[in-house]
């Protein structure tokens, strides 16, 4: 997936893993930046009796590095606290919630929100409600409203959600990940089957998504709104991270005698979908996680000879001949994931944000939203899209796996010529029309445990 | 191409990949993000003035090596390593004593 279960060490640990990580310039109020970081991969809706939440001793981030040397400039920290009404029963609700203030609902979640810039650390909101996960028509009546009701306002013009959304990423993972195969051209797979349309693994689960919608001049490095595309101040670095404790010792009575002690270690990260799930090797994806983007280099090979595309040829056999005869480094991909792409590449774009290769989701906050987005971001003639920051609509895997059979060569070496098949790839997978929403935090409301069996 | 050369094929450059790795790994990893733990060359004299477990503090210590005598020590938000050989001496005189069930 994205970055669902992505490494063998954090796919055990699913409340500090994240899934996806998104960054756009807000549609409908494009004068802010959303960033989404969602956690929890693959929920079920029905997910009682004890339902999916945030990890109390999990600290959740999202840093935005606006001067190009791959560190984080700002940070926004998520802590969380649960808070359990009546110990005495086994029920997460003992009726209907109607309201964030329900005294019906017996398992809450609160959060508190700071930034950090440099050695200053500011505390923008705490006790902030997360909504209840959506039980069903008799536990949640309208989920809409008491979801709507955790959008919390906080000074300086910055908006935040924290809880449960839809999945709002596809992917057909039941065929990627048996042998690579990609059901509308299966016709084609060195084990060949009739082809068919995609299947979205991920079509009916949710997730818990951490949202925050900021000014963007809060974001750009002197403080003043973006306008000019080409100017390299207008480019953020956007990743997400996952930290716990450095110790911990179990006591003998239960949560309540947990030990821990010790500065926070990075457990998971992510920025850029499916660098460490698809580029990243088994035996250095746990590392990979433990490092910081500024550290990338270690890694860059991964990304400048890429498994999956010398995979590709194999797989499918004559389908990407110029793609196997293809011996030079993916200078490309290392555009597109590790600096972003510089001036003259693409007319009226840029997402440079300097020669430190680093996995950063790169967003120029000069583009303006665009009025008919492509899915297929940049590929589909969308500047608004990605690899300029993420969408949560934007089909990535489609984008990647393009680009990774070489349809964006041509872009560092003219000299190539894709492989026909290399600007057709997908896994016929679509998110469908109720996936998401036109406002924040844009992921749709989650599927119900209820009607969702 | 055959089925066993496919195979071949798709073994090497699993083995490539899995090589390119060991090498990164091997090359020398950049200094963490995070600053490095202080290092004490001794532990203080016992006798502080406020006792930190009665605080609700929690205190780990982890013993990392005998030869040199390096105790870390977890403290809220903080970590130190200690290089305290008669110290780690007794910890571990203590751990044999439990290794053997007394």
Same mark, same amino acid.
């Given at each position: 997936m994205s970055s669902h279960r992505e490494a063998p060490g954090i796919s055990k640990d699913p409340v500090a893993d994240s899934t996806d990580l998104y960054a756009f310039?807000?549609?409908? /109020? %494009?004068d802010t930046v959303t960033l989404i970081a969602n956690y929890i991969p693959a929920e079920e809706p029905a997910g009682g009796p004890n339902f999916y939440e945030f990890g109390d001793d999990v600290l959740y981030e999202i840093h935005v590095d606006n001067d190009g040397d791959a560190k984080p400039d700002v940070t926004y920290q998520f802590r969380f606290e649960t808070q359990v009404r009546n110990p005495d029963t086994f029920l997460y609700n003992t009726g209907p919630i109607t309201s964030l203030a329900s005294t019906s609902w017996n398992r809450t979640q609160t959060y508190t929100v700071s930034r950090v810039r440099g050695d200053e650390t500011t505390v923008l909101g705490s006790g902030l409600a997360c909504p209840p996960v959506n039980i069903g028509p008799r536990s949640t009546p309208d989920y809409g409203a008491l979801a709507a009701a955790a959008v919390h306002s906080l000074p300086g013009g910055i908006k935040v959600f924290a809880g449960q959304r839809r999945e709002g990423f596809y992917v057909d993972l039941g065929s990627i990940f048996d042998l690579g195969t990609l059901r509308p051209f299966q016709n084609l797979h060195l084990i060949p089957m009739a082809a068919t349309d995609g299947v979205d693994t991920l079509a009916r689960l949710n997730v818990h998504s951490i949202a925050i919608q900021v000014p963007r001049s809060q974001l750009q490095q002197h403080g003043s709104t973006p306008t000019d595309p080409a100017d390299a101040r207008s480019v953020i670095g956007v990743y997400t991270s996952a930290s716990r404790r450095k110790a911990q010792v179990r006591g003998d009575r239960g949560e309540s005698r947990v030990s821990k002690a010790g500065p926070n270690v990075q457990v998971s990260r992510l920025a850029n979908p499916l660098v460490n799930e698809v580029l990243i090797p088994m035996g250095t994806k746990d590392f990979w996680n433990s490092q %910081? $983007?500024? /550290?990338?280099s270690q890694f860059q090979s991964y990304v400048l000879k890429p498994e999956l595309a010398k995979l590709l040829p194999i797989l499918y056999p004559g389908v990407f001949p110029n793609l196997a005869a293809y011996s030079r480094n993916r200078d490309d991909l290392a555009a597109i994931l590790s600096t972003g792409i510089p001036s003259g590449i693409i007319a009226g774009f840029q997402n440079f944000?300097? $020669?430190?290769p680093a996995d950063l989701l790169r967003l120029n906050m000069a583009i303006p939203p665009a009025s008919s987005p492509s899915p297929l971001g940049i590929l589909g003639g969308d500047l608004a899209g990605f690899p300029n920051g993420r969408r949560v609509g934007d089909n990535v895997v489609a984008i990647e796996l393009r680009a990774i059979a070489g349809a964006t060569i041509p872009l560092v070496d003219p000299s190539f010529t894709p492989d026909g098949a290399a600007s057709l790839l997908t896994d016929g997978t679509s998110p469908g029309s109720d996936r998401y929403i036109s406002q924040f935090p844009y992921l749709g409301v989650p599927l119900s445990g209820f009607d969702t069996p | 191409m055959s089925d066993l050369s496919r195979r071949k094929f798709l073994g090497r450059a699993s083995l490539g990949a899995a090589a390119a790795g060991i090498a990164a790994a091997s090359g020398g990893v950049p200094a963490l993000f995070a600053a490095q733990p202080s290092v004490l060359r001794a532990a203080p004299e016992s006798g502080p003035s406020q006792d930190l477990v009665a605080m609700g503090e929690d205190v780990i210590a982890h013993v990392q090596s005998d030869s040199t005598g390096a105790v870390t020590i977890l403290v809220g938000n903080r970590e130190i390593v200690v290089e305290d050989r008669a110290m780690v001496g007794r910890i571990l005189a203590s751990a044999r004593q439990a290794a053997k069930g007394a």
């Open positions: 310039v807000s549609p409908d /109020q %494009a %910081a $983007p500024y /550290q990338d944000s300097g $020669p430190t | -």
